[in-house]
């Protein structure tokens, strides 16, 4: 668990930690953990947490009225400024339930564009999360209001008050519509850029944030990109030139990380800022396989992928930090669901040879021989598959079905994304006939996991460090 802060005159905000969870919630080990990163993050002090488990949220103030109470409670001991909630909330119940408990509430969209507003530095990424703020804060303005009003009640301001709020409607409203206009130029522009770049082929990482994206830029490019232990490190694209063995130079880019339940609107807003990862033609998804939430991680970010309408030609699945996952047993499970996945840790360097062979051969690739499960109840997948692909066999199981299938590299976005599982029959083949270096890193890792340095794959490569194609602000 979590070791809670000493209380500190000093410190700027103290924060409770609150969520909800609901029947159709998957509730992970410690199902407060992400909260924590991105209320620190956010630059809050966590002084304490609380759950409640219900069939549904209470309509007028989201925890039941006991909860609320306890809350309350929890707030005077605690002497805290906000309580941040890791669902969403109705503006209704933000406002009843800082009437109750006498403190600011914040839910989750709000701190995530909190982090955002406070780490963007290009002028895309500026843009994009103003416009992303605004469009949350817009139903919310009686919020604000409500709170001036009581205010200016004493000298009867009722009146102008609510002209105010007309007026500030009217003003958001523009600034929305400006900001839309200047992104979607932005969008044109950078469009264009990306294609006139284009002198080679482009690998992008895309993952959820904290996976070891920036890491892994930096292992295999010496880019000197900003990595860290926070959330949302990273929230503009660096594009730098990588000299890969064997192949030539392709264009590697780091990206914003995901998030479960990313705000619809910064999604949306975010779009230029991920125009390199549109055009890529492979795409590196990094996992990371330390975490206990990984397959919820990994699904979450298909999830934006497809929100985002990037339709990657090809995906890797690429699973970071190795060196810390608890067990060889822990590992073996995400394997066995993705056993194409390549094990790496970016901060040790281990499996950056056989992670920088597999980028090669998907770069060169035309076709894969597959062995596709597919959910039965998934017929646009089953229908996909045969539209685009050479299905040889179909084998009903239990829970899903195989089908054997000949896919072009350019159609292989929804696979990845949708399927079950997949087996490369091509690379089981090369691995059986060589003796497979990626597993055999791999069992390095699993028995020397004390000593991650025993089994370093060595890595040497000339790199190039080259153009950024963010546009910083001062
Ligand atoms: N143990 C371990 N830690 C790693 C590894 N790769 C990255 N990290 C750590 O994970 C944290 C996040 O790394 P970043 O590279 O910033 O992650 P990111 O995916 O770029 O994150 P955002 O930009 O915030 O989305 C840092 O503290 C890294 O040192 C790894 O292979 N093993
Ligand atoms: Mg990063």
Same mark, same amino acid.
């Given at each position: 668990?979590?070791e809670?802060?000493?209380l500190?005159?000093?410190?700027?905000?103290?924060s409770?930690?609150?969520?909800?969870? /609901?029947? !159709?919630?998957?509730?992970?080990?410690?199902?407060?953990?992400?909260?924590y990163?991105l209320? +620190?993050t956010?630059?809050?002090? =966590?002084v304490?947490e609380?759950?409640?488990?219900?069939?549904?949220p209470?309509?007028?103030? %989201?925890?039941?009225k006991?909860?609320?109470?306890?809350?309350?409670?929890?707030v005077?001991?605690?002497?805290?400024?906000?309580?941040i909630?890791d669902?969403?909330?109705?503006?209704?119940q933000?406002?009843n339930l800082e009437?109750?408990?006498?403190?600011?509430?914040?839910?989750?969209?709000?701190?995530?564009?909190?982090i955002?507003a406070?780490?963007?530095? +290009?002028?895309? &990424?500026?843009?994009?999360?103003?416009?992303?703020?605004?469009e949350?804060?817009?139903?919310?303005?009686?919020?604000?209001?409500?709170?001036?009003?009581?205010?200016?009640?004493?000298?009867g301001?009722?009146?102008?008050?609510?002209?105010?709020? !007309?007026?500030?409607?009217?003003? &958001?409203?523009k600034?929305?519509?400006?900001?839309?206009? !200047?992104?979607?130029?932005?969008?044109r522009?950078?469009?264009q850029?990306?294609?006139?770049?284009k002198?080679a082929?482009?690998?992008?990482?895309?993952?959820?944030?904290?996976?070891?994206?920036?890491?892994?830029?930096?292992a295999l490019?010496?880019?000197n990109?900003?990595?860290?232990?926070?959330? %949302?490190a990273?929230?503009?694209?660096?594009?730098r030139?990588w000299?890969?063995?064997?192949w030539?130079?392709? /264009?590697l880019?780091? +990206?914003?990380?995901?998030?479960?339940d990313?705000?619809?609107?910064l =999604?949306?807003?975010f779009?230029?800022?991920?125009?390199?990862?549109?055009?890529?033609?492979?795409l590196?998804? =990094?996992?990371?396989a330390?975490?206990?939430t990984?397959?919820?991680?990994?699904?979450?970010?298909?999830?934006?992928?497809?929100e985002?309408e990037?339709?990657?030609?090809?995906?890797?699945l690429?699973?970071?930090?190795?060196?810390?996952v608890?067990n060889?047993?822990?590992?073996?499970?995400?394997?066995?669901?993705?056993?194409?996945?390549?094990? =790496?840790?970016?901060?040790?360097?281990?499996?950056?040879v056989?992670?920088?062979e597999?980028?090669?051969?998907?770069?060169?690739?035309?076709?894969?021989?597959?062995?596709?499960?597919v959910?039965?109840?998934?017929?646009?997948l089953?229908?996909?598959?045969a539209?685009k692909?050479?299905?040889l066999?179909?084998?009903?199981?239990?829970?899903?079905?195989?089908?054997?299938?000949?896919?072009?590299?350019g159609?292989m976005?929804?696979v990845?994304?949708?399927?079950?599982?997949i087996?490369d029959?091509d690379?089981?083949r090369?691995?059986a006939?060589s003796g497979?270096?990626?597993?055999?890193? @791999?069992?390095?890792?699993?028995k020397?996991?004390?000593?991650?340095?025993?089994?370093?794959?060595?890595?040497? @490569?000339?790199?190039v460090?080259?153009?950024?194609?963010?546009?910083?602000?001062?």
């Open positions: 668990m979590r809670q802060h000493q500190r005159d000093d410190s700027p905000e103290r409770i930690l609150a969520r909800l969870i /609901l029947p !159709e919630h998957t509730v992970e080990a410690d199902p407060l953990e992400e909260l990163g209320a +620190t956010a630059g809050t002090q =966590v304490d609380l759950m409640q488990r219900l069939s549904r209470n309509h007028g103030t %989201f925890f039941g006991g909860k609320v109470e306890e809350l309350r409670l929890m005077e001991r605690h002497e805290a400024d906000v309580v909630f669902n969403d909330l109705t503006p209704g933000i406002r009437k109750a408990i006498d403190a600011k509430v914040i839910d989750r969209t709000e701190l995530i564009l909190d955002f406070a780490g963007a530095r +290009t002028y895309e &990424a500026r843009l994009a999360v103003e416009l992303a703020q605004l949350y804060s817009l139903p919310r303005l009686k919020r604000m209001w409500t709170h001036l009003s009581r205010q200016a009640m004493g000298v301001m009722r009146g102008p008050g609510e002209k105010q709020l !007309e007026v500030d409607r009217r003003l &958001a409203q600034r929305i519509h400006d900001l839309k206009e !200047e992104l979607a130029k932005v969008e522009r950078r469009e850029q990306v294609q006139a770049r002198e082929p482009t690998v992008s990482l895309v993952g959820y944030t904290n996976a070891g994206k920036s890491t892994l830029m930096n490019t010496e880019a990109v900003h990595a860290a232990d926070k959330l %949302f990273t929230l503009d694209t660096r594009t030139r000299q890969l063995p064997g030539g130079t392709v /264009l880019s780091d +990206t914003v990380g995901f998030i479960r990313l705000p619809h609107s =999604v949306a807003s779009k230029s800022t991920l125009e390199e990862t549109r055009q890529a033609e492979l590196l998804h =990094v996992a990371d330390s975490s206990p990984v397959f919820e991680q990994i699904s979450a970010v298909y999830h934006v992928l497809e985002l990037i339709e990657a030609k090809d995906t890797l690429v699973l970071n930090k190795i060196d810390a608890p060889a047993a822990a590992l073996n499970r995400v394997l066995e669901r993705y056993p194409n996945a390549i094990p =790496v840790s970016a901060k040790n360097g281990i499996g950056l056989p992670l920088i597999a980028v090669g051969e998907a770069l060169g690739r035309e076709f894969y021989d597959l062995e596709v499960d959910s039965p109840s998934d017929g646009k089953l229908a996909y598959l539209a692909g050479e299905v066999s179909r084998k009903y199981g239990e829970e899903t079905v195989t089908i054997h299938v000949r896919m072009p590299a159609a976005g929804p990845h994304r949708d399927a079950v599982a087996r029959l690379e089981q090369a691995a006939a497979d270096p990626v597993k055999s890193a @791999l069992g390095e890792v699993a020397d996991n004390g000593d991650p340095s025993s089994s370093n794959v060595s890595l040497e @490569l000339p790199n460090p080259i153009s950024d194609s963010s546009t910083e602000v001062a």
